[in-house]
């Protein structure tokens, strides 16, 4: 075997096994023990009905777009924060975290006094006929809002250490100032983005707080899947909601899975050879 | 090397260029002229203006003043993309997502689709290129999948590819270790000796520039202080910053007295002794000092104090009691043994040569006010010239400037 610089490889990889099991796969094992108890059966006609279907599709493709949205704009707010120094660029900076450290019912509430019709700025957007809270935009918005800090914040340090040698290579070389953007600055931060991006994706899938108060919970129409799953709940019906979460859970599973195939490929250059 | 017609076309004029940084000035009225096919380095230690000096060119900087023409025209007016300058970086700059070939074609793919050659042409060239910088095979890899000295030969090869006029080397050979520098810095040189590139090359080591260059400028505090050949910067430093910055040195206070210039019993014969000048120093070489010298000459008594043997060369540290000095010798390593030189050994020196500064002391501005070549009248004069004793003018203000 390879001598080690550091001893304790055994003791430590124990360690954290165990406790990733206990903190993460016992509380999933009880969901799937929780889950069986609808059987085969209770699992396709729940999956079958029309109205968990449609909750699954917003609450997943909703969380998409908006990791999607917080990965362009992310981008956009880490490079101008790394790139470029302005007065109250750190105020700038800590204004990024807050998301984080609010309330996600307050931020709900906050978004819905906005956006709301009788809104500061609902009351224009609906005179132009166009409605986010208590609709599926409203629901998108919300979680654009909680997904936002996780891009800007796992980007920063790798835009940090970008060696500016290589763009003034690239421009030397002929290349254009989007060239140079896009051949050479875009595909080294790709694996960091697709991090930041998996974040921000699992945060508003699983989002719940601030989601419900500006969705409106119309069923079929701005009703999200972990609204349902309370639902479930509160009619004491714990196997459905067990299974709804099961569903969920390897949904996300799936979905992270393809995102960290994704960034090891986007990345392949930075294996060495052995 | 022979000499370049520095009026020929194609030849870069810099005029009168600054540079100043927050108030700081890291260019201060340089001027030069660098020949077609001339390989020429940028000599100076940090801080000097030599690494600004190679932005300008490359059009990653911009001067606060002065011009750069290149055949006439006005080379600053175009952007760095278009001036088709290949430049390489002290740390490679490699485009570490790319393999080693797409680094390579990177230069000639992102050119607009009427003047892009064809795939096939691009994979031609490629193949081409890293033939010549001898990583055919390689293609294929990752830079982080190469060695120090084979990414500087990727980046070279991807410098060479857009084809350019002017080839910018910002310390190439700074990240690499001793041995692949010298391997690499010779192969460089037989490049250049075939693609007959101009090429400018800032280096703080001074060793690679008098080995590699046609011509050394030689920069300190922002501005040039001797453009010359390697023989001439070596041989004959125009001023006292290059005589202390170039090889080794033995400086010497000189005293003017009784119509002579004597440093304790070593008399400078020939040399106007008179006290005009505030200060004279004298520069001797380690290499110039005469050992075993005859009672009939004059010179030192010194004491041998240590002797390092470095391969071919011994270096000797001579204590000399009359003048307070220690001095630094260079024999034939064959020649400690021949002139039976142990520690403590005492024996007769004196210099073969020397370069003598008369140091203004109102004007500062000035690096000196005369310099001397001095040679022994009796000794086999190393440098071939043909007078002992060379006077040249008189109170230049920065010697070197090209003209």
Redesign the interface.
Known sequence: MRRRILPGFGLSLGYALAYLGLIVLLPLAALAWKASGIGIGGMLHLLSSPRTLAALRLSFAGAMLAAVINAGFGLLVAWVLVRYRFPGRRLFDALVDLPFALPTAVAGIALTALYAPNGWLGRWLTSWGIQIAYAPPGVILAMVFVGFPFVVRTLQPVLASL?R??E?????????HL?TFF??IL??LVPTLLTGFALALARAVGEYGSVIFIAGNIPMRSEIAPLLIVEKLEEFDYAGAAALGMVMLLASFILLILISRLQRWSG??????Q | MPPVAIETAMTLQLSHLSRRFTGIPALDDVSLAIAPGEFLALLGSSGSGKTTLLRILAGLDYPDAGTVQLDGRDFLAAEARERKVGLVFQHYALFRHLTVAENVAFGLRVRARKSRPSNADINRRVEQLLKRVQLDGYGRRYPAQLSGGQRQRVALARALAVEPSLLLLDEPFGALDAQVRVALRRWLRELHEELRLTTVFVTHDQEEALELADRIAVMNHGHIEQVGTPEVIYQQPATPFVCEFIGKMNKLAVTCADGRMSVGDWVLEGLPGNDRHAKVVAYVRPEHLSLGLPETRPGWTARLRHVYLAGSVAHLELHIPAIGQTLEADVGGEDVARLGLQVGTELRVAPRSAVVFALGESDARLPFEERWFWQAPDAVPPVPRATSVASIGEGRARAGRCS
């Open positions: 060696d040698d290589v003034e290579a690239a421009e030397s070389l002929g290349a254009s060239q051949r050479v595909p080294v392949r250059w930075a294996e060495q050879l």
